[in-house]
């Protein structure tokens, strides 16, 4: 895309609006690409624009975003329900669609059908195998793991991850996309969890099962891991915050990977099916 001083833009497409898609989707536009998110949901993409801009408005309230800078961003940004129409010449593809196996594996094969060949895929998948998933994409050297970190413009880490077939230049430009969207990105190797799932979700089930124990409660547990080991946020906090359901879903799915240790606490079960998901729900470990 061309810009009023005649000016190419690189083009990011972001595919899935949700909580992970729209943050994505705004430090990209904050970097300068131009950004098309898109999604099935028409109302998934309006909300998504109104957190953008709710988000923005607040960075230049606290004095952290220009105001130029905002307006930039918003200009940059749009969205459409038509994916091919997002990832037409598009130069980096990020897939954002919830951790099912099969529908990012379905999303990135279109994705790659429709784009060019030389386009970057990138998954943001929290804990999934980069290598199963690409190996339902044609082209699978291209296809790189960019987990991305809630809320996504606060933020720092992305962790850039490494399949069995990725070639090392995919690799290369997802690090400094990461780069050039202000994060500070990690390479690791296709393994259950990576590195940064795999310690968080050890950490928040043990919490939990301290919680079923009855050793502390959920705000002495997370004091405890704040103060005593300069955490920002604590382990059941965090928990409410990426969603009890999105943390059962992972912990599943490295209990079948990796045994025993990450076998899911009867009580996130409990709390799951009793629609206590945390933040988004309202409540959780707290109330919301």
Do not use: C
Request: glycine share 10%; charged share 25%; hydrophobic share 45%.
């Amino acid at each position: 895309m061309t810009n009023a001083q005649g000016a190419s833009r690189p083009v990011l497409a972001v595919l899935g609006a949700g909580t992970m898609g729209h943050g994505i989707a705004q430090i990209a536009a904050i970097a300068g690409y131009d950004v098309r998110l898109t999604d099935v949901s028409h109302e998934a993409l309006e909300s998504a624009m109104g957190r953008v801009k709710a988000q923005l408005d607040k960075g230049v309230e606290l004095g952290k975003v220009e105001p130029d800078v905002r307006d930039a961003a918003l200009g940059r940004l749009r969205t459409t329900s038509d994916a091919a129409e997002a990832m037409a010449g598009a130069e980096i593809v990020v897939e954002a669609v919830p951790e099912v196996m099969e529908l990012k594996q379905e999303i990135l094969a279109g994705a790659a059908e429709t784009v060019e060949p030389d386009t970057l895929l990138a998954t943001n998948t929290s804990s999934l195998s980069i290598t199963a998933i690409a190996e339902a994409v044609p082209g699978q050297e291209r296809v790189v793991g960019m987990h991305f970190f809630n809320p996504v413009h606060i933020m720092a880490l992305v962790e850039i991850v490494r399949g069995d077939r990725t070639a090392p230049d995919a690799v290369e430009r997802a690090r400094e996309a990461a780069e050039r969207m202000g994060k500070t990105p990690i390479v690791v190797s296709d393994s259950p969890g990576f590195a940064s799932s795999r310690l968080g979700i050890a950490l928040g089930l043990e919490a939990i099962r301290m919680v079923e124990a009855g050793v502390a409660s959920a705000e002495d547990i997370d004091r405890a891991m704040e103060l005593g080991y300069r955490h920002p946020m604590g382990p059941l906090r965090l928990t409410d915050l990426v969603g009890l359901d999105v943390r059962l879903e992972i912990a599943r799915y490295l209990h079948r990977e990796l045994g025993d240790r990450f076998q899911p606490p009867e009580l996130l079960e409990q709390m799951v099916e009793e629609g206590k998901l945390g933040k988004k729900s309202g409540r959780g470990f707290y109330v919301w």
